[in-house]
């Protein structure tokens, strides 16, 4: 098992780090990639599971979104009100609403129409919405790259410590119900890996940002990513299914692979806005 995890991530590793050291149309084509991937392994579940589902619609309608906010969702900022492209995003956003609702009256089957509509949109918001915040962060000037980084490193250092303290010391059952093999202490392991590297982030090549800031971004960063994880693991349990996919090894599918980006993203953007506000 851990041979497979090792080889993925020696290809994987390298490849993000390009792309999050390139930006621009680099970065766009490897997350709209790793986007569009991860909403048809939730609309391929949710339709195996016979959930109403309009996949192809909603792959289009992912697609559009997903375009949109590389183009215009960084121009969403109070200081753009007079232009036409702050208003693109959520003209964009209406339009997916009304196509899908279009498409619900459409069909001959109108008794699960409507949860259709609902499972069709949480898809886009879920995955594409919170994925596409890699994109806003990716694009902040002028450290964009490095909170970018941040984020992965962050990351990826928890999910490390929390697998490695969760095999050695885990004891403590955290949501046996829906994640049976996460543990308390690997919690607490991942968590400390996690503070630890973005400490050591802080010191290399974020010092625009204060400690004390660090500290909390890093906290908030470990704490919404083992929700996030949990709530993928809760739609696999809804689905019946073990993972979402196996194309990468020893990782399962790309919404495996991404769960822990999927809360994180917007709330860690949006903190990043906050706090350049503040300064």
Same mark, same amino acid.
């Given at each position: 098992?851990?041979?497979?995890?090792?080889?993925?991530? &020696?290809?994987?590793?390298?490849?993000? !780090?390009?792309?999050?050291?390139?930006?621009?149309?680099?970065?766009?084509?490897?997350?709209?990639?790793?986007? +569009?991937?991860?909403?048809?392994?939730?609309?391929?579940?949710?339709? /195996?599971?016979?959930?109403?589902?309009?996949?192809?619609? #909603?792959?289009?309608?992912?697609?559009?979104?997903?375009?949109?906010?590389? !183009?215009?969702?960084?121009? +969403?900022?109070?200081?753009?009100?007079?232009? %036409?492209?702050?208003?693109?995003?959520?003209?964009?956003?209406?339009?997916?609403?009304?196509?899908?609702?279009?498409?619900?009256?459409?069909?001959?089957?109108?008794?699960?129409?409507?949860?259709?509509?609902?499972?069709?949109?949480?898809?886009?918001?879920?995955?594409?919405?919170?994925?596409?915040?890699? %994109? +806003?962060?990716?694009?902040?000037?002028?450290?964009?790259?490095?909170?970018?980084?941040?984020?992965?490193?962050?990351?990826?250092? !928890?999910?490390?410590?929390?697998?490695?303290?969760?095999?050695?010391?885990?004891?403590?059952?955290?949501?046996?119900?829906?994640?049976?093999?996460?543990?308390?202490?690997?919690? !607490?392991?991942?968590? %400390?890996?996690?503070? #630890?590297?973005?400490? &050591?982030?802080?010191?290399?090549?974020?010092?625009?940002?204060?400690?004390? /800031?660090?500290?909390?971004?890093? &906290?908030?960063?470990?704490?919404?990513?083992?929700?996030?994880?949990?709530?993928?693991? &809760?739609?696999?349990?809804?689905?019946?299914?073990?993972?979402? #996919?196996?194309?990468?090894?020893?990782?399962?599918?790309?919404?495996?692979?991404?769960?822990?980006?999927?809360?994180?993203?917007?709330?860690?953007?949006?903190?990043?806005?906050?706090?350049?506000?503040?300064?």
């Amino acid at each position: 098992m851990l041979l497979p995890r090792f080889l993925t991530a &020696l290809i994987g590793v390298p490849l993000f !780090l390009w792309a999050i050291w390139w930006g621009q149309i680099p970065f766009f084509i490897l997350f709209f990639g790793v986007t +569009m991937l991860a909403l048809y392994e939730y609309y391929t579940l949710a339709e /195996e599971s016979a959930w109403p589902v309009s996949k192809n619609l #909603g792959l289009f309608c992912g697609a559009l979104l997903s375009v949109s906010i590389f !183009l215009f969702g960084t121009k +969403m900022t109070p200081s753009s009100h007079s232009k %036409l492209e702050i208003f693109f995003t959520p003209a964009v956003f209406s339009s997916i609403l009304v196509i899908l609702a279009t498409n619900a009256l459409l069909k001959k089957e109108k008794e699960n129409a409507f949860i259709d509509i609902a499972v069709t949109f949480l898809g886009l918001i879920y995955i594409v919405w919170s994925l596409s915040h890699l %994109l +806003m962060i990716r694009d902040l000037r002028p450290d964009g790259k490095w909170y970018t980084l941040f984020l992965f490193l962050v990351i990826w250092a !928890l999910d490390i410590g929390a697998y490695g303290g969760g095999r050695k010391w885990g004891r403590t059952k955290l949501a046996e119900s829906i994640s049976p093999h996460k543990t308390w202490e690997g919690v !607490l392991t991942g968590t %400390l890996c996690s503070l #630890g590297v973005a400490l &050591l982030c802080q010191s290399i090549f974020l010092k625009t940002l204060k400690m004390s /800031e660090t500290f909390t971004l890093a &906290l908030v960063i470990a704490g919404l990513a083992q929700v996030s994880d949990l709530s993928e693991s &809760l739609f696999k349990r809804n689905v019946r299914v073990k993972d979402s #996919g196996n194309l990468l090894p020893g990782h399962g599918g790309i919404l495996d692979r991404f769960d822990s980006f999927l809360l994180v993203s917007p709330i860690y953007y949006y903190l990043l806005v906050l706090l350049a506000k503040s300064s």
